[in-house]
Nanobody, 118 residues
Framework: QERLVESGGGLVQPGGSLRLSCVTSEYIGSYKAVGWYRQAPGKERERVAL???????LYADSVKGRFTISRDDAKNTVYLQMNRLNVEDTGVYYC????????????WGQGAQVTVSS
């Protein structure tokens, strides 16, 4: 069964940095896409960053220049390096992978809480 296991959330002050990690149960190169989403309290889940297979990396406008998504195929791991965090970045961050089934089937990690507060 496909699984995504996240780690790295926590509490950080504004201006600080955090790195999230997500280990996939299958070879990471086998997915249609891997990425990160987040959900703030009272808001809908939104895409933060995505690495589509064979295409350019995508970022939400709100995180461009501050966040970097990367992946290590040897470790089946996707990372989200988050710098210059602000309070609006607070939320639960979810790792996502898309399977090559039909139009694409999403699988999700358990979520990692990121809280930016002074």
């Amino acid at each position: 069964q496909e699984r995504l296991v996240e780690s790295g959330g926590g509490l950080v002050q504004p201006g600080g940095s955090l790195r999230l990690s997500c280990v996939t149960s299958e070879y990471i190169g086998s997915y249609k896409a891997v990425g990160w989403y987040r959900q703030a309290p009272g808001k809908e889940r939104e895409r933060v960053a995505l690495i589509p297979s064979g295409r350019s990396t995508l970022y939400a406008d709100s995180v461009k220049g501050r966040f970097t998504i990367s992946r290590d195929d040897a470790k089946n791991t996707v990372y989200l390096q988050m710098n210059r965090l602000n309070v609006e970045d607070t939320g639960v961050y979810y790792c996502n992978a898309v399977l090559w089934i039909g139009g694409g089937v999403d699988i999700w990690g358990q979520g990692a809480q990121v809280t930016v507060s002074s």
